[in-house]
């Protein structure tokens, strides 16, 4: 992460930067939304999933392994994936229906 400005920062950038990576802490079996595409695991930005492992390794951002279900309840991918990548569910967000395209 960069800051535009950091000369005009109030916090020094490298303690944001940490402050912001250990504070994104989501609760077991609650609503996480990817923020970037991940297509090694088949996920799109916007896919919601559900947190069901949180992992600490030293020196690194936390991380969390979030299954992620179709519209009829059935899992289609669990991944772990950092912090960094997730963000919690907002009230502007909107469910949105994607299919996946099957080779015929």
């Known amino acids: 992460m960069k800051l535009p400005n950091p000369q005009n920062a109030i ?9 912001l990576l250990n504070t ?10 990817v923020q970037r595409d991940v297509p090694e695991e088949g996920l799109l930005a916007g896919d919601v999933g559900v ?8 020196g ?8 992620f279900f179709d519209m009829l309840g059935n899992t289609f991918a669990v ?10 569910p907002a009230h502007t967000d909107r469910p949105a229906v994607r ?3 099957v080779a015929v």
């Open 60 to 67: 690194l951002e936390p991380g969390y392994s979030v299954e």
């Open 24 to 33: 994104m802490n989501f609760e077991l079996y609650s609503e996480v939304v």
């Open 11 to 19: 916090i020094a950038p490298d303690k944001l930067i940490n402050y």
């Open 51 to 58: 947190v069901v492992e949180r992992h600490d390794v030293p």
């Open 79 to 88: 991944a772990t994936l950092p912090a960094s990548l997730l963000r919690a």
């Open 99 to 101: 299919m996946e395209l």
